[in-house]
């Protein structure tokens, strides 16, 4: 008994080489070969007759690096900080590491996204200060120290933003 998932693709591939032969059908005169000598309907036929789980063999340039979030994504979860503070006892702490945390996946997704980093060169390097500033220290006093560097960069880049709607819609 042939399966559910095999019946649909032998159907899909039958009528994608059906479609194909359709369009070659209509769109060329019957004998015309390539520069090759070959019959452009074996080309289209063999493109056609291929298997549907091969992944394409061109990459994207709409999605960024694969494993890196999207610049909208991130600048999303950047801008719920502004729901949050330093005001409630004992969340200062969590909000400053927070801020920081999206920063960063910030700037790794404005490096892997398919604009490149020139396009965001004024964020990137709001960032790079930030982390010159910081240093390695990730502590919450360190953090504390430079709570009002850490809240500008976030709001200088929310502005940024703000000017290049296409980058997070």
Known sequence: MISMRTRHAFGASTLVVAL???LLACSGS???TSSEGKSPALDVRT???APATEEPTA???AEPTPGV???RDVFARLQATYNDGCTTPGNCEYFLGRVLDELNSLDEAMKADPQGPPHFEEPLAWITKLRAELGDDRS???LKKH???L???RDKINAWMQGHPEDYR
Do not use: I, M, P, Y
Request: no cysteine.
């Open 20 to 22: 194909a032969s359709l």
């Open 30 to 32: 019957s004998g015309t």
């Open 47 to 49: 493109t056609a007759a």
């Open 59 to 61: 990459e994207s340039t």
């Open 69 to 71: 979030e999207k610049v």
């Open 140 to 142: 919450f006093e360190n």
């Open 147 to 149: 709570q009002d560097l």
């Open 151 to 153: 809240t500008g960069t």
